[in-house]
T-cell receptor, first 115, second 116 residues
Framework: GENVEQHPSTLSVQEGDSAVIKCTYSDSASNYFPWYKQELGKGPQLIIDIRSNVGEKKDQRIAVTLNKTAKHFSLHITETQPEDSAVYFCAASRGSSGNTGKLIFGQGTTLQVKP | DAGVTQSPTHLIKTRGQQVTLRCSPKSGHDTVSWYQQALGQGPQFIFQYYEEEERQRGNFPDRFSGHQFPNYSSELNVNALLLGDSALYLC???????????????FGNGTRLTVT
């Protein structure tokens, strides 16, 4: 069935270092891949997304790469700051006609950035 | 510009009871999806409402039902509550009408349901 595997489950880095989170999806029809950041007591907040016709997307310190052949996508955070500490989720969906539809989420990565 | 709002924020119910959770989508959005997030897990899709109809449903029993109103707000109803229904229930909204690209989902802060 549809599945998204996310690694690592926990990640601890020093402030200023880079962090990388990797996800693998099973549904080859997936065409939309968002990343969410969830802070304690809050809902997931969209930080970046990528569509299947694009291999890489960057927004300031955050970048996402997609390898459709291998069904892998990754989140890269550079120059990490303590406020980047949170749980990060990757997700995949096979939306159509503008409707993202059902998001399949990974299990989450708890990122800790040490000052 | 108000984001997705959910009420109540916390709720405690007893096994066998029924519960109704409410969601107002982000201004300008027309589609509402509901997710269940167990502690330490990623959100799981319950269902999606668009044009007041259930469009897609995840692997949840019929005890979970919903509704979307003409103003695009939505309710999630859960009957015959089980201990295992304890979770954070998240509402997400998006804009579908007139789009060709996948519409990003914006989540509310959720309703924390505890079943005792």
């Amino acid at each position: 069935g549809e599945n998204v595997e996310q690694h690592p489950s926990t990640l601890s880095v020093q402030e200023g270092d880079s962090a990388v989170i990797k996800c693998t999806y099973s549904d080859s029809a997936s065409n939309y891949f968002p990343w969410y950041k969830q802070e304690l007591g809050k809902g997931p907040q969209l930080i970046i997304d990528i569509r299947s016709n694009v291999g890489e997307k960057k927004d300031q310190r955050i970048a996402v790469t997609l390898n459709k052949t291998a069904k892998h996508f990754s989140l890269h955070i550079t120059e990490t700051q303590p406020e980047d500490s949170a749980v990060y989720f990757c997700a995949a969906s096979r939306g159509s006609s503008g409707n993202t539809g059902k998001l399949i989420f990974g299990q989450g990565t708890t990122l800790q950035v040490k000052p | 510009d108000a984001g997705v709002t959910q009420s109540p924020t916390h709720l405690i119910k007893t096994r066998g009871q029924q519960v109704t959770l409410r969601c107002s989508p982000k201004s300008g959005h027309d589609t509402v999806s509901w997710y269940q997030q167990a502690l330490g897990q990623g959100p799981q899709f319950i269902f999606q409402y668009y044009e007041e109809e259930e469009r897609q449903r995840g692997n949840f029993p019929d005890r979970f039902s919903g509704h979307q109103f003409p103003n695009y707000s939505s309710e999630l109803n859960v009957n015959a509550l089980l201990l295992g229904d304890s979770a954070l229930y998240l509402c997400a909204s998006s804009l579908v009408a007139g789009r060709t690209n996948n519409s990003p989902l914006h989540f509310g802060n959720g309703t924390r349901l505890t079943v005792t």
